[in-house]
């Protein structure tokens, strides 16, 4: 069964620090992975998508890998600010397109000027 | 910007009563998706559909739980009847061929 863990549960920086949050997953039989971004009581938004056969995307200040050999995925985000604060969610797509997410419990990021 | 649009937003029920919960995905997607986050945890999936067929129902709990998706569109998932254990947030997601997911803004159940 696939299970995906994110470490660490909560992170605070200051403003303007570089960061890296990390996803692990047990089964690297992957179709996809995909970073989402969840404010407090709201839904998720995508913020990167990597397919399978891909080592990392790029959207303004963030980066992620995918090493899917040892099942490890990074988002790394640069000179971070306070509006970066939220939780991130990593999440992984069985090795089949369609199939449900399934995702880690997140990390919760805070970001103070 | 195409969104997946969810109502109600928020809701509020005594145990025991019935609730429902509607989704429009973005147009054209035909693969729908509902999931329930407790809170602290991710979103874990309740049900697929494919068009309007039920793809994947393994962690529905079916003795109270139903979902449809009749004209292939717009979909409900119903509680009947709601338990404490109930209460979190329900997310509709979208995806127009199986690929990125699409994500609607979730309804939050609080069962009293």
């Known amino acids: 069964k696939q299970e995906v863990t994110q470490i660490p549960a909560a992170l605070s920086v200051p403003e303007g620090e570089n960061l890296v949050l990390n996803c692990s997953f047990t089964d690297s039989a992957i179709y996809n992975l995909q970073w989402f971004r969840q404010d407090p009581g709201k839904g998720l938004t995508s913020l990167l998508l990597?397919?399978?056969?891909?080592r990392e995307q790029t959207s303004g200040r963030l980066n992620a890998s995918l090493d899917k050999s040892s099942g490890r995925s990074t988002l790394y985000i640069a000179a971070s600010q306070p509006g970066d604060s939220a939780t991130y969610l990593c999440a992984v797509r069985r090795n089949q397109a369609g199939t449900a997410l399934i995702f880690g419990k997140g990390t919760t990021l805070s970001v103070s000027s | 910007e195409a969104e997946v649009a969810q109502s109600p937003r928020y809701k509020i029920t005594e145990k025991s009563q019935a609730v429902a919960f509607w989704c429009d995905p973005i147009s054209g997607h035909a693969t729908l998706y509902w999931y329930r986050q407790i809170l602290g945890q991710g979103p874990e999936l309740l049900v697929q559909f494919q068009d309007e067929s039920v793809v994947d129902d393994s962690q529905l709990p079916k003795d109270r739980f139903s979902a449809e998706r009749l004209k292939g569109v717009d979909s409900t998932l119903k509680i009947q009847p709601a338990e404490l254990g109930d209460s979190a947030m329900y997310l509709c997601?979208?995806?127009?061929?199986?690929?990125?997911?699409?994500f609607g803004p979730g309804t939050r159940l609080t069962v009293l």
């Open positions: 990597i397919q399978s056969s891909q």
């Open positions: 997601a979208s995806s127009p061929s199986g690929s990125e997911q699409f």
